[in-house]
């Protein structure tokens, strides 16, 4: 089992920055990638970015060069970063950590909101 707890989420200003944290326990040795999804009001749950554990990465295209996804692991931990800048209004949604090992597992969500 791996148990994923994220953080970070919060009301900012567009064009501000934020980093979400995801740390993930347990069997983290099982786990392939780990990413962040990300859900607004009323819209299907959409892949944000998602690093892998020879650090490839992929971004959806309306985040690229504006989040980076980076991960630092240890024998027992593995955490997740996503470093969100010059955000928009448009990226209000809940945050989900994923990680993908023999079973998929999900974070509880963190809310980000983008307003002035």
């Known amino acids: 089992q791996v148990q994923l707890v994220e953080s970070g989420g919060d009301l900012v200003q567009p064009g501000g920055s934020l980093r979400l944290s995801c740390a993930a326990s347990?069997?983290?040795?099982?786990?392939?990638?780990m990413g962040w999804y990300r859900q607004a009001p009323g819209k299907e749950r959409e892949l944000v970015a998602r690093?892998?554990?020879?650090?490839?990465?992929?971004?959806a295209d309306s985040v690229k060069d504006r989040f980076t996804i980076s991960r630092d692991s240890t024998q027992s931990t593995s955490t997740v970063y996503l470093q969100m800048n010059s955000l928009k209004p448009e990226d209000t949604a809940v945050y989900y950590c994923?990680?993908?090992?023999?079973?998929?597992?999900w974070g509880q969500g963190t809310q980000v909101t983008v307003s002035s």
């Open positions: 994923n990680a993908i090992a023999i079973n998929e597992y």
């Open positions: 690093i892998t554990r020879d650090d490839r990465t992929t971004y």
């Open positions: 347990g069997r983290v040795f099982t786990i392939y990638a």
